[in-house]
């Protein structure tokens, strides 16, 4: 079968990831998380010819051209419509991937891009602005659709102690996304106003090399065996994308999931939010994934141009500034993406948001001592770094990660539903909101977002166990415990409190509560 490639484990054994599951995990990343990074970043450096392009065409249809704020509007639409494309893709994920499985819909949504990509390329030569939006919001679904469903498909397909590592390389490929997009946007390539159609279509290229190879690769097994009862398929998947090893004890493990939900079907998303055996997951899942938006990211993202231009970087040297950024945000990724397994979970999330908030609070500083002390300006281009490469080591991607191991096959689409919905709607309020929080508050509305990242820490290190090395049964029962030492502190007669079994997520039944120090909470 395919080559295998060996990494170090926890330090005990050696694990092998065959070149099955390397090849998944570049397919789905490069053709899917890659286009979000990309087309978050692809508007910013022709935003000035679109803009020319939109006023000539309103100008040749009704012989006026557009004032200044229609065109500001017309404008910011394009650039927004694309976090409501991906509200209305994280939604309809859940669907998607019950009907058509992991794999499938990773496939069949290409189709999206290749959509959107004709629309926005051909939209210059047919003098139609509709064409761009439409293109944008399309690609806001198909983006929507893959922060779930990639993350989702590489934790079911991957082994316990690889889970972390392929988990984070979807993150990996969005810094590589954003970076492309800030290379590509150089004058010197697609920079010039007659290349902007293109840079915009370009993501067509990686998703068709997705399409013609990922095909070839099989379906989820846990997927195959919890939904679709196909052992058959399950053992096929499994001896491809295992090295020579006995898949008996991973096959036993999935049956003892698909017994204990053999009554229990596919939860919507209400059910979901009103079964009290997950409430914790639930709650942790809304915490991180609010916290990832809300940490102030985007905000930074878009002001480094004007905060390079305040620490004194000429201004035909800062597009090739802004592009180092996008070098940090791989680095810090790919530091993540290496170290999860070594170090868990808990410390990436805790140290890359207690990193940001360290950062927020130290640019609000350097940008009120700026004015009389210069060197400041060179200690807010620092924090802009940190705050960048902080998200990238663990809460860029963890938490879609966190949102798959947290929950078993009957809960996990519509965590996903909930988790996407409500990161593209923090993303949405945090680029409506900041501008006026900016005015209102001026440097000191970094402190709201170092305040958020502070808060999301405290609340991993209290509330979320650690994940590394546990079978999806095993971090269900961890739950179990955490959340009946959660409810129980302050009662009396702790020893004689008895489990109840809920659902298959509870543990001990008529037994007295005992804990280990691996599942306690910190």
């Known amino acids: 079968m395919a080559e295998e490639v060996l990494i170090p484990s926890s ?18 990343s490069f053709g899917s998380s890659m286009l979000y990074g990309y087309n978050l970043a692809v508007v910013n450096s022709p935003a000035v010819h679109i803009k020319n392009f939109y006023n000539r065409t309103v100008l040749s249809r009704n012989g006026t051209a557009l004032s200044e704020e229609s065109l500001t509007l017309m404008y910011s639409l394009t ?7 991906g509200l209305v893709g994280s939604l309809i994920v859940g669907m998607l991937v019950t009907r058509f499985g992991r794999k499938g819909t990773v496939v069949k949504t290409t189709v ?21 939006i439409i293109g944008r919001f ?3 679904i198909h983006s929507g659709i893959s922060l779930s469903v990639v993350p989702m498909y590489l934790g079911e397909i991957a082994p316990k102690n690889l889970r972390g590592f392929l988990g984070l390389m979807p993150s990996i490929f969005i810094g590589t996304g954003v970076f492309a997009a800030q290379i590509l946007g150089l004058h010197e390539l697609l920079g010039k106003e007659e290349y902007w159609p293109l840079s915009l279509s370009v993501v067509v290229v990686p998703t068709f090399i997705q399409l013609i190879m990922l ?14 009862h196909n052992i058959h398929a399950t053992i096929t998947a499994l001896k491809w994308y295992r090295a020579k090893c006995n898949i008996q004890a991973e096959i036993e493990e999935m049956q003892e999931e698909q017994r204990s939900l053999s009554s229990v079907e596919t939860l919507s998303v209400w059910k979901l939010l009103h079964d009290g055996t997950v409430r914790w997951q639930v709650l942790s899942v809304v915490v991180i994934n609010i916290g990832m938006q809300l940490s102030g990211i985007d905000a930074i993202w878009f002001y480094t141009n004007a905060i390079f231009k305040d620490a004194g970087i000429p201004a035909a040297e800062i597009q090739y500034t802004t592009a180092g950024t996008g070098v940090i945000e791989i680095i810090a990724g790919l530091i993540g993406c290496f170290s999860i397994e070594k170090l868990g979970r808990r410390p990436l999330m805790i140290g890359g948001f207690s990193i940001m908030g360290i950062c927020s609070v130290g640019i609000t500083i350097a940008l009120i001592l700026q004015v009389h002390l210069s060197f400041m300006r060179y200690i807010s281009v620092c924090c802009v770094v940190g705050i ?10 963890v938490p879609f990660l966190i949102t798959a191991e947290l929950f078993k096959q009957s809960h996990r689409p519509a965590a996903y539903i909930v988790g996407g919905s409500l990161n593209w709607l923090s993303n949405f309020t945090v680029g409506f909101v900041f501008p006026f929080l900016q005015m209102s508050a001026g440097s000191y509305c970094y402190l709201v977002f170092g305040t958020i990242c502070f808060s999301v820490a405290v609340y991993v ?6 994940t590394k090395n546990k079978t ?15 409810e129980t502190q302050g009662l009396s007669h702790m020893d004689q409190l008895k489990l109840k079994k809920m659902n298959g997520y509870g543990g001990m039944e008529h037994t007295s509560l005992e804990f280990d120090s691996s599942s306690s909470i910190p």
């Open 472 to 486: 999806f049964m095993e971090i269900s029962r961890m739950f179990s415990k955490t959340e009946a030492i959660l």
């Open 461 to 466: 290190y209290i509330v979320i166990p650690e």
């Open 138 to 140: 399309i690609t806001g």
């Open 215 to 228: 095909p070839w690769f099989p379906e989820s097994p846990r997927y195959l065996l919890i939904e679709k």
């Open 79 to 85: 650039v927004s419509i694309f976090a409501i494309g």
């Open 11 to 28: 330090g005990k054994i050696t694990s092998q990831l065959t070149g099955s599951l390397l090849a998944v995990a570049f397919l789905t």
């Open 112 to 132: 999206l891009v290749f959509i959107a990509s004709s629309l926005m390329g051909f939209s210059r030569i047919c003098g139609s602005p509709e064409m761009v």
């Open 388 to 397: 960048i490469a902080g998200f990238c080591i663990g809460p860029a991607g």
